[in-house]
């Protein structure tokens, strides 16, 4: 397995792990996700995101070049406030790994690979978000290091 970066120009490589995340997270909650979002929208929607300077994709790669999982990151730099410190921050947004490959390090050597790039890029701050149904990302982040420190609360219409 290699750690390979996904240009915009290859954002369909990523679709049907994609889709596999979108699914699960459309199931557990699904007033706020669209169920089944058409192939061609969510390529287009993912190209467009990965075209930003800031924001980075990146895949676990097979010798044979399937993909068995990857992440997706932003840079973020947040001026200081009178409440808070400067930072730059790694905003991991999405990590999905194929199911025959789920538990098997995959998740791990992508978040590692995002968090030696990060670093060098300046990155004071490794962050993510998860859904409180997603134990595997929950304890993935944790066995990296990453410990919750905020809750988000929503009411929806």
């Known amino acids: 397995m290699k750690i390979i ?3 915009a120009a290859e954002a369909d490589r990523l679709l049907p792990l994609l889709q596999d995340l979108h699914a699960l997270h459309a199931e557990h909650q699904p007033e706020r996700h669209v169920p089944a979002p058409g192939s061609s929208d969510l390529a287009a929607w993912l190209q467009d995101w990965l075209q ?9 790669e097979s010798p044979q070049g399937a993909l068995l999982g990857y992440l997706i990151y ?5 001026p200081a406030l009178p409440v ?5 921050r790694a905003m991991l947004h999405h990590i999905s790994v194929t199911e025959a490959w789920r538990r098997m390090g995959v998740g791990k050597a992508l978040v590692e690979a995002m968090k030696t790039r990060a670093l060098a890029e300046g990155a004071t701050v490794i962050a ?5 149904f997603n134990s595997a ?3 993935l982040m944790q066995g990296m290091g990453m410990e ?3 809750t988000v609360a ?3 219409a």
Do not use: C, G, H
Request: charge should be negative; proline fraction near 8%.
């Open 5 to 7: 970066e996904i240009p």
């Open 52 to 60: 930003q300077d800031n924001v980075f994709a990146l895949a676990a």
């Open 84 to 88: 808070r410190a400067a930072e730059k």
């Open 74 to 78: 932003e840079l973020q730099d947040r």
């Open 137 to 139: 990302s929950a304890a």
């Open 154 to 156: 929503e009411w929806r």
């Open 148 to 150: 919750p420190v905020l």
């Open 128 to 132: 993510a978000t998860y859904a409180p």
